[in-house]
């Protein structure tokens, strides 16, 4: 009995930890209404609803002393679905590349498919009807779990070359632990084809383990992303500390347009104030020959020439960017 009410405390703290987490969300899109925020309140949203929703079989479960069917395992896995699909969405917020733009894409559209034609079949068909389809189910979710580990594999791997720490940790674990979950759904669906349900139990009684980790990474990392960059000039009067915080917000607005990384704004914050290679390379401790294609890309972003191209484009002198020299 104590076992069961430290896990159902855990799924208490998972839940407080993921509303914390979507507050910081709110707040910071009613502070900066962008489509990044907007996209993390979704993401934690999903977190929720699937998060609650785990709590409850385990509840129904475990002390209430019920059965989880085909049809609420089905349901969970078209939840777990939409979680990956805002996952994806939010994984291009953070590593926007446009190399990546087909297979998310790709990915999204499988994603939804999927979620979509599992709830008809799960509503319209019984029991014993969605038996015949098993293996329609299972091509369907081995296909999903490939499509969506290559498409967050692919971020991942972009973060470990732009040396983005924080968002590679934070990415690697989330996708991690949403892929084991989706296997724990999974794992049980089979389980049931063949009639045991204590084969289907014991992946999931390890998902609140997932989901306290999620919750934590989560909270801490929309806190000090989103939350703390949306308010950290708040309250700042006039003078050069208010003209710092409207620079910052145009930089913010052109990152947001661009699909500029956290990683490549720094390099504009720095360009703008005069920096040289050299001088970039030393405050950021990378090489010149990494500083350089950090800017290329950059420059190729914005669709400047030059330096001051991207000055002037932050600076809102549209015209100035199209006549810049190299």
């Not at 070359?161 to 759904?185: D, G, H, P, R």
């Not at 999974?186 to 009684?205: K, Q």
Request: charged fraction near 20%; hydrophobic fraction near 50%.
């Amino acid at each position: 009995m104590i076992v069961k009410e430290i896990i159902l405390a855990c799924y208490l703290i998972c839940i407080i930890g993921i509303v914390f987490g979507l507050t910081c969300g709110v707040l910071a899109h009613l502070q900066k209404k962008t489509e990044y925020n907007k996209i993390v309140t979704m993401f934690l949203l999903m977190l929720l609803v699937i998060c609650v929703y785990d709590l409850s079989i385990y509840y129904y479960n475990y002390v209430i002393g019920g059965f989880s069917s085909l049809e609420v395992m089905r349901i969970g896995n078209c939840l777990i679905a939409a979680t990956m699909y805002f996952w994806i969405k939010f994984q291009w917020k953070i590593i926007p590349r446009q190399a990546l733009s087909l297979l998310d894409g790709a990915v999204r559209k499988y994603l939804i498919f999927y979620a979509v034609l599992w709830i008809v079949l799960t509503l319209f068909l019984r029991p014993e009807q969605l038996y015949t389809v098993k293996w329609l189910l299972l091509s369907t979710d081995v296909l999903l779990i490939v499509a969506f580990a290559t498409a967050s594999i692919a971020h991942i791997v972009y973060a470990a070359v732009a040396k983005e720490n924080l968002n590679f940790y934070y990415m690697s674990v989330t996708t991690a632990l949403l892929i084991w979950n989706y296997i724990s759904y999974f794992w049980s669906e089979t389980s049931v084809y063949w009639g045991n349900s204590g084969f289907m139990r014991a992946p999931m009684d390890l998902t609140v383990v997932f989901w306290l980790a999620i919750s934590i990474f989560t909270a801490f990392y929309i806190y000090k992303i989103c939350f703390v960059k949306a308010y950290e000039n708040l309250g700042e009067g006039t003078g050069e500390k208010g003209t710092h915080k409207d620079l910052k917000t145009r930089i913010d607005e052109i990152c947001e347009m661009y699909k500029i990384t956290p990683r490549e704004k720094e390099f504009i914050e720095l360009i703008y104030k005069g920096k040289s290679n050299k001088e970039i390379a030393e405050e950021l401790f990378l090489s010149e020959s990494t500083v350089k294609t950090h800017i290329y890309n950059i420059f190729r972003k914005l669709d400047v020439k030059n330096r001051v191209g991207v000055i002037c484009l932050v600076n809102g002198e549209t015209e100035d960017v199209e006549n810049s020299e190299v």
